[in-house]
């Protein structure tokens, strides 16, 4: 497969052969695969809301019914978080695993440091995202600094970019807008203001990553906000010295 070359310092809308490669063509394949999911329903901090089965949600999903638990599916979108130890979601590790390969293909300081290191405990910052029509996503940083890809399945969504050089956005022009569709693939560079529209009801995956030139960020970032994500992140720096060290 081709190499992805595109300045990975600003946003950008790519569009890939990767959809093609998918296991499933459309919503209800998705549905049916995964219809018996339990999952775990987050914000968009990646927080748990709390657990519902995804039969559930694809009845919203399709505009067919309420949401679930209204008040914590009101104005929000449904974060899968997809893990290997579990087995409902265990299978889309591949998609995010290909498409992660294919970014990173020729492009080795796109990796996620997390990646380079197979302990269970470190998190992998992965999901599939679901989202009615309409719904709105404030603007936000993403978590810790990390830069992240965001693949278009199903559905359209209208996204909004301002530099990560602003404190405040409100009342701020973004610098860039655009429209994404299925087959799609947004990179979110580290600390850039995004929000987004669901045009239409949409399905994406999407991954944050933390790389080598955010590292010294994203630890004082996770040492603030998330210290057990630091001391995770402090080991794979440590090992990687000792590594550097015996080479010496
Ligand atoms: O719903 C979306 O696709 C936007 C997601 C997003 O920006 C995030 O998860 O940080
Ligand atoms: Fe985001």
Redesign the pocket.
């Known amino acids: 497969m081709a190499k992805v070359d595109f300045d990975d310092t600003r946003p950008a809308c790519l569009s890939l052969p990767i959809c093609d490669m998918l296991p499933y063509r459309s919503a209800s394949d998705f549905f049916s695969e995964f219809g018996d999911a339990d999952i775990e329903v987050t914000d968009?901090r990646g927080g748990s809301v709390r657990r519902s089965r995804l039969n559930e949600l694809a009845k919203w999903w399709q505009n067919q019914s309420a949401a679930p638990t209204e008040e914590a599916l009101n104005g929000n979108?449904v974060?899968w978080p997809i893990r290997k130890d579990d087995s409902h979601s265990a299978p889309l590790q591949s998609v995010i695993d290909d498409v992660t390969r294919h970014l990173i293909d020729g492009h080795a300081d796109r990796s996620c440091i997390f990646d380079l290191y197979e302990f269970t405990p470190i998190p992998r910052f992965a999901?599939a995202?679901i989202?009615q029509k309409s719904v709105p996503?404030k603007a936000?940083q993403?978590m810790f600094g990390t830069a992240?890809w965001?693949l278009l399945f199903v559905g359209r969504?209208e996204w909004s970019f301002w530099g990560p050089e602003l404190s405040v956005i409100e009342s701020v022009q973004p610098s860039w807008t655009f429209e994404q569709r299925p087959g799609e693939l947004v990179w979110?560079p580290e600390n850039w203001w995004?929000s987004?529209r669901?045009k239409d009801a949409?399905i994406?995956f999407?991954k944050n990553l933390i790389l080598r030139r955010s590292v010294d960020f994203v630890l004082q970032s996770m040492k603030s906000r998330a210290p057990r994500y630091a001391h995770i992140l402090e080991a794979v720096l440590l090992i990687e010295q000792r590594g550097k060290a015996d080479v010496a």
């Open positions: 968009g979108v974060h999901w995202i989202g996503v936000h993403d992240s965001n969504k979110i995004h987004v669901y949409s994406c999407s």
